[in-house]
């Protein structure tokens, strides 16, 4: 019985040190490459309102200021054009607040607003990142109420997810960019993902959680 007791007791620590081995990696941090390719802003007021004014996108992961990345300024009607990279240091339970600015004299005004989610998007495209490209909604305030505020186009690369080895596809791996050939078009879902705390950045490095 006293074996048996030892015995129990090691397998509980080992049980114990193996999930919080399984926490650290999931808070472990990758880069993604999100590439802000064009938008298309709808005014609630007057459609062609913010043709006169430059506008950019901001990106953030997680609502941390220093995953904050900002495109440069454009100009067009109706189509706002950027072909520009990003590269974000996310987990495999990230959020991403994408935001649409018009640039005034005195101040910014919000023109939309989006979120990806990227555990999700990830499932929903056989846990593969390459050149996965959005289609966003914006949505923008108006009297109070939420209203479409046009389209955000993306395309997100470098992340990859072996769902099959483990039944919450679990196992997520770093996976460089692939070439920029054959866009994969897919419609994005909004669901929110709460995730906190900083961590050190690694490339490479398997996450499992679950």
Request: proline letters at 5%.
């Amino acid at each position: 019985p006293a074996e048996l007791s030892r015995n129990k007791s090691c397998d509980d620590m080992a049980s114990a040190s193996s999930s919080r081995a399984g926490i650290g990696q999931c808070s472990e941090k990758s880069q993604l490459t999100l590439k802000v390719l064009s938008a298309k802003p709808q005014s609630p007021k007057s459609p062609n309102r913010h043709s006169r004014f430059n506008s950019f996108v901001e990106v953030t992961a997680d609502g941390l200021s220093s995953e904050t990345k900002k495109t440069g300024k454009r100009s067009g009607h109706p189509e706002l054009q950027w072909n520009e990279d990003l590269t974000l240091n996310v987990t495999p339970q990230s959020r991403l607040d994408l935001k649409l600015w018009s640039c005034h004299t005195l101040r910014n005004e919000l023109l939309g607003s989006a979120s990806i989610d990227v555990y999700d998007t990830l499932k929903n495209n056989n846990g593969k990142m390459e050149n996965v490209q959005l289609n966003l909604a914006l949505q923008t305030e108006n009297k109070g109420f939420l209203v479409p505020g046009g389209e955000l186009t993306v395309c997100l690369d470098g992340l990859a997810v072996d769902l099959g080895s483990l039944p919450n596809g679990s196992a997520v791996t770093d996976k460089p960019p692939s070439d920029r050939h054959g866009i994969r078009r897919t419609q994005s879902e909004d669901s929110p993902t709460i995730s906190s705390g900083s961590s050190s950045v690694t490339r490479g490095s398997i996450w499992s959680y679950g």
